[in-house]
């Protein structure tokens, strides 16, 4: 009795996370919405609706002016719309993926890979680096970054500059946030 009482209390800390645990969510779900190529709703049964924002990628929303560059109104437009446009053709409503939590950013499983990764390598995204917790996947983020951009892939190829505005643009926001805490 003793030892199932002990058992318990431990599995309860792990799950509310006290002291630092880090237990991952692993959840399957029914994806219900794309809002932008790295933003979506999903369905699970136990939990309801949640949001997954895909963890260390960034797309173009909208307009935006950095320190040293710009992206315009047009060309945010033009780049969101192909970015979605390869999002709706990669990951489907209504279909069943596996999604992992970390620190409210998710890990969203297309078949064997994560779409995380493949939307990166394939340069409808850049990586964003708001969330330091898994290091070693920004670090997978950033290869497949660069291999994008070397073979000017996806947005690369039309848009350089000004996905290379956007990087330079969310590293000197992400740095400012991580100064603040």
Not at 24 to 38: D, E, G, N
Not at 72 to 82: D, L
Not at 141 to 157: D, F, T
Request: hydrophobic share 45%.
């Amino acid at each position: 009795m003793r030892v199932c009482i002990i058992g318990f209390m431990l599995l309860w800390i792990c799950v509310n996370n006290l002291y630092g645990v880090i237990v991952p969510v692993s959840l399957q779900v029914l994806l219900k919405s794309i809002y932008a190529p790295a933003l979506f709703s999903v369905y699970n049964r136990d939990y309801g609706m949640l949001y997954c924002e895909l963890y260390g990628v960034a797309s173009v929303a909208k307009a935006f002016k950095g320190e040293k560059c710009e992206v315009s109104a047009e060309s945010a437009r033009k780049m969101r719309h192909f970015a979605m446009t390869y999002t709706r053709n990669k990951i489907f409503l209504e279909q069943q993926y596996r999604i992992g939590y970390s620190n409210g950013w998710c890990f969203l499983q297309n078949g064997a890979n994560l779409f995380n990764y493949e939307i990166v390598r394939d340069g409808y995204a850049i990586v964003q680096h708001f969330d330091t917790i898994a290091e070693n996947v920004l670090k997978d983020l950033e290869v497949l970054q660069s291999q994008a951009k070397a073979q000017k892939r996806g947005l690369w190829r039309e848009w350089g500059e000004e996905m290379s505005c956007l990087k330079v643009t969310l590293m000197e926001r992400a740095k400012e946030v991580m100064e603040k805490e």
